[in-house]
């Protein structure tokens, strides 16, 4: 992953035309560019920030079919979603893994809801169930949940779901991307649809927000895959298309492992505000959401509302037995879901279908929106299937199902290390032949210096915050620790990549700014 070389690509394909342009970076746009390289069509993707920079750095890290959307009869998806799981699971082993959850019942009525509700599960995920789902009596759920409030507890079912390192997965993408053929680049912004004599679109022009070089990129198929910011690419293409998003903000908080004392779950079927709640250990911290606003405005970095905030708080101290402060606070993270408009109903939100929506207009641009994390592969391969069909590429089979990310048999001093796939033991090679690479960026993060070296030489960072939040996961599980590292981190990273003193500098600067939004 050299973007020096990856725009060479580039610069060469000029003159020529790719199969397949991908525009956006995210779970949706990775999984459309890796399926489509790997049915062997050339193709390019385009990220105007980093890779999952956007919603799919930010979200719950489950691998699930929904159990709330079960709940509300939406049996395809879950259905779809759960088999996907199965598969998530069984091809990136090194990002995932099979969590136990226990929702804590306080009724009959609810231990007979809640263990129906999730055998119908189990039973969905069929073969590539993850453990069956039983009940267990209160002092059971007490020994599992050493914190949970004693008072009124009856029980607590407990189910298995999956878990996952969204950034990380997106990385991985990327990478086997490249590593098959593909070119992806991310701070490539496209600003213009080309268009044929037909008005049929024929391609990109996008920039390199570093060298501010633009560049214009012929194509047989322009796939819109940027989540909240689609409307912007179908304004592109029609300046009077009609808006199809409604974003929707969800916001988490992590906080210190003491709040759980436990490595299984806690899901909360039905909060005051009709949500889901779950508390899920995470790299060694607990991981508290989500909220459900509707917003009006779409960016790159949202920001958590106060009100969130303390729904959020208030909630979990109504089950914990220690609540959390805000003081407490390692981290709160935003994210927007992409869901589709409904100009009847606009605040109605929580009652949108997760299914994604693929939608080709007139002039040729395929646009593929909503969906969730859990379902890229299967959102990928009907986005590529339908372009074949309307006859932009030739028919070729897609590969995915089982494609593994992971295949390596060395075994690792550190099992952390599998974070980095098949080239973990690189680094434990690194650290053995210089011990001071070592050493911890910080004592509250898990990350070391050698760490930092591998990712800049393998996973194309370009900026401290792309180190710190994605392919680190700093930022999120200590936001006040990854300031106090980012000097040094910035530092390698400027040794490594060839950058200034002056980028050193300013990337510290922007980095503490950018702090502010996550505490
Ligand atoms: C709070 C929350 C919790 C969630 N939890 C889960 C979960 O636990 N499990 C699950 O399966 N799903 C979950 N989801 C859903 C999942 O995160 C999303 O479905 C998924 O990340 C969306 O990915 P995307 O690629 O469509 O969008 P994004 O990740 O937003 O990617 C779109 C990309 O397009 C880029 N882009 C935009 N315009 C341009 C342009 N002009 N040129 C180039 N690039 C451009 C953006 O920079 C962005 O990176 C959650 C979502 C939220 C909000």
């Not at 342009?21 to 049915?39: E, M, N, Y």
């Not at 409030?149 to 878990?163: A, M, N, R, S």
């Not at 003081?327 to 589709?340: H, M, Q, S, W």
Request: charged fraction near 25%.
């Amino acid at each position: 992953m050299n973007r020096y070389t990856l725009i060479q690509n580039l610069k060469d394909y000029e003159s020529r035309q790719w199969d397949v342009i991908v525009i956006g970076g995210g779970a949706t746009g990775l999984g459309v560019a890796l399926d489509a390289i790997t049915r062997g069509y050339k193709t390019i993707l385009l990220e105007q920030s980093d890779f999952a920079k956007a919603t799919s750095s930010r979200s719950t890290k489950l691998v699930h079919g929904g159990v709330r959307y079960l709940a509300q009869g939406d049996i395809l998806l879950v259905t779809e979603a759960l088999h996907e799981r199965g598969l998530m699971l069984k091809n990136a082993p090194h990002l995932t893994a099979n969590q136990e959850f226990v929702i804590p019942v306080y009724t009959y009525w609810d231990v007979f809801l809640y263990t129906v509700g999730l055998k119908f599960y189990d039973l969905l995920a069929g073969r590539l169930s993850m453990g069956k789902s039983y009940f267990i009596n209160r002092d059971k759920a007490l020994d599992r949940l050493p914190l949970l409030k004693p008072e009124g507890l009856k029980g607590g079912i407990v189910y298995h779901d999956g878990q996952f390192d969204d950034s990380r997965m997106a990385v991985s993408i990327a990478v086997a991307c490249v590593k098959n053929g593909g070119t992806v680049l991310n701070y490539f912004r496209v600003n213009t649809l080309l268009k044929d004599d037909n008005g049929k679109i024929s391609g990109v022009q996008a920039m390199d927000t570093e060298s501010g070089k633009e560049y214009k990129i012929p194509g047989k198929l322009v796939i819109n895959a940027t989540g909240v910011f689609a409307d912007e690419i179908h304004r592109m293409d029609d300046p009077l298309s009609r808006q199809t998003i409604r974003p929707s903000q969800g916001v988490h908080i992590v906080l210190d492992s003491s709040f759980l004392q436990s490595s299984s779950a806690i899901m909360i079927p039905k909060t005051d505000d009709g949500r889901v709640l779950f508390a899920i250990p995470w790299y060694g911290k607990v991981v508290v959401g989500t909220t459900d606003t509707p917003i009006d405005t779409v960016t790159l970095e949202p920001k958590a509302l106060d009100e969130e905030i303390d729904f959020i708080l208030r909630t979990a101290g109504k089950y914990l037995v220690r609540p959390p402060k805000r003081k407490d606070v390692n981290c709160i993270f935003a994210g927007l879901r992409p869901l589709a408009a409904n100009p009847d109903k606009p605040e109605a939100t929580r009652e949108v279908s997760r299914r994604h929506k693929i939608t080709l207009s007139s002039s040729g641009l395929l646009s593929i929106i909503g969906g969730k994390w859990t379902s890229y592969r299967r959102m990928a391969e009907e986005t590529i299937d339908k372009a074949i069909n309307a006859g932009f590429i030739e028919k070729r089979k897609c590969v995915t199902m089982d494609f593994s990310f992971y295949s390596s048999n060395k075994s690792l001093r550190s099992e952390r290390l599998m974070i980095y796939g098949n080239h973990a033991a690189e680094i434990e090679e690194m650290t053995a032949e210089q011990p001071a690479l070592g050493e911890l960026i910080n004592e509250r993060l898990p990350y070391t210096q050698a760490e930092i070296i591998w990712i800049c030489r393998n996973e194309m960072p370009r900026t401290l915050e792309d180190m710190m939040a994605r392919r680190t996961r700093s930022l999120f599980l200590d936001a006040r620790a990854s300031g106090e590292a980012a000097l040094e981190v910035a530092s390698i990273m400027a040794n490594e990549l060839g950058f200034s003193k002056t980028w050193q500098e300013s990337e510290v600067l922007k980095y503490n700014n950018l702090i502010t939004n996550y505490i």
